[in-house]
């Protein structure tokens, strides 16, 4: 079988766009922060940091103690996308991008010729090279395989700056070495399912049938998963998006019920503009609260579809009635919609307390305003205490749109 999938990872993105924009940063220990407070965490780490064990996750006050020279900078997520575009473009210059995969990560497929090994590096190469041209601090691992699971799995083997081919034939063997963690689909609690089964080794996982991976898994993606380790592009239906949301570290002034609940209110308007902007409607609200040392407060509500943001603020305020009264203080917070449906797929609602056309106008005009004049031109009064809170983030399944969710 041929090689079919070239996968491009960077290297501590976040990290090294900052080392590649700050001449003063190159070659120095480095964590991007969401927010400069001592009680928040690394969300990347230069691979100067990495080398005294600092990761993604790891808190800033045992950061300092890892490495007592690190320089902590503050994420700059419109930067990232920026530059993210930019080196999508270097590589379709090269060859076409099938799938952007996060921020970080994009795949290419093979054709013709280049599915020939020697070709293919040869490919890798010259794509290192006109990455280097505009961005030498900024390296990527390549991977190169029959599918895009184990030129995903390739891409990890050698960090930073490695390139790795494993053929048809050399499956499985040149993955026996591996945990299954380090397998691409196979986190923590995956893990303990798997162990719980009798699966805790790759060799064991390959030597699993079909049957027995989908029990493991409890869905079908365990029968994709054996199709994956063969070197096989398991078949997928495309769904429409399902849920969005915004979730945010507090800032330490912020960590209170009133910061949290001004913060909660300013996600919402933005989650709600955002999925104004996919024509889609929710039919479900949900918020958490994470504190340091009690369980995260949830709540939800179901309502009839909706996209208006007075009505979605009104949820809020309802859930927010359950919010426990204990001293906790709290520290990450989130807004999410889902049970989400096209808009032009509903009807109206004749019961509605407002036309929904009337409704329709006010978003509009709302989010016409704030995309001419800036992001807070126009805002819900419950988001007033934090405009300058919650600015722009970026999760691994969503690269933000710079025009819809940009706050500058």
């Known amino acids: 079988m041929s090689l079919n999938a070239l996968y491009v990872d960077f290297n501590s993105y976040f990290a090294s766009v900052e080392q590649q924009l700050q001449p003063q940063l190159r070659g120095k220990p480095i964590g991007v922060l969401p927010v400069m407070a001592e009680t928040t965490c690394c969300i990347a780490a230069s691979y100067e940091a990495k080398a005294f064990g600092i990761k993604t996750g790891t808190i800033v006050r045992d950061t300092r103690k890892l490495c007592k020279d690190i320089v902590f900078v503050e994420a700059r997520p419109p930067l990232y ?73 390739a891409s990890n083997m050698q960090k930073p700056d490695g390139c790795v081919v494993i053929e048809q034939h050399e499956i499985p063997e040149r993955l026996l070495a591996l945990k299954p963690r380090d397998l691409n689909g196979i986190g923590r609690q995956m893990e303990a399912r798997l162990t719980h089964y009798g699966i805790d080794t790759v060799e064991s996982l390959y030597a699993a049938n079909k049957d027995q991976l989908r029990t493991a898994w409890g869905s079908v993606e365990g029968q994709r998963m054996y199709d994956k380790l063969r070197g096989l592009e398991p078949h997928y239906v495309k769904n429409a998006r399902s849920s969005l949301g915004h979730s945010h570290v507090l800032p330490p002034e912020q960590r209170n019920i009133t910061g949290a609940k001004a913060v909660l209110h300013r996600l919402l308007q933005k989650a709600a503009m955002r999925m104004r902007s996919y024509a889609l409607l929710t039919t479900k609200v949900s918020v958490k609260v ?64 407002k036309p ?52 500058d």
């Open 356 to 407: 929904a056309a009337t409704k329709e106008k006010l978003n509009k005009a709302l989010d016409k305003l704030n995309l001419k004049y800036g992001k807070n031109t126009v805002y819900l009064g419950g988001a007033h205490e934090a405009l300058k809170d919650a600015p722009m983030r970026i999760a691994f399944n969503h690269i933000p749109n710079l025009v819809i969710e940009n706050d």
């Open 290 to 353: 994470k504190f340091r040392e009690q369980a995260s407060f949830y709540a939800e509500s179901k309502l009839s579809a909706t996209d208006d943001t007075r009505t979605l603020t009104s949820t809020l305020e309802v859930l927010w009635k359950q919010y426990p009264r204990h001293q906790d203080a709290p520290i990450a917070i989130g807004v999410n919609f889902s049970g989400l449906v096209n808009a032009c797929e509903v009807a109206q609602d004749l019961f509605a307390d």
């Open 81 to 153: 996308v920026e530059h993210h575009h930019k080196l999508i473009a270097i590589v379709e210059s090269c060859t076409h991008v099938e799938e952007v995969r996060s921020i970080d990560e994009m795949v290419c497929k093979l054709t013709g010729s280049q599915q020939v090994k020697e070709n293919a590096l040869k490919l890798a190469a010259k794509i290192k090279r006109e990455i280097n041209k505009q961005y030498p601090y900024i390296k990527c691992s390549i991977g190169i395989g029959p599918n895009t699971f184990i030129s995903k799995v």
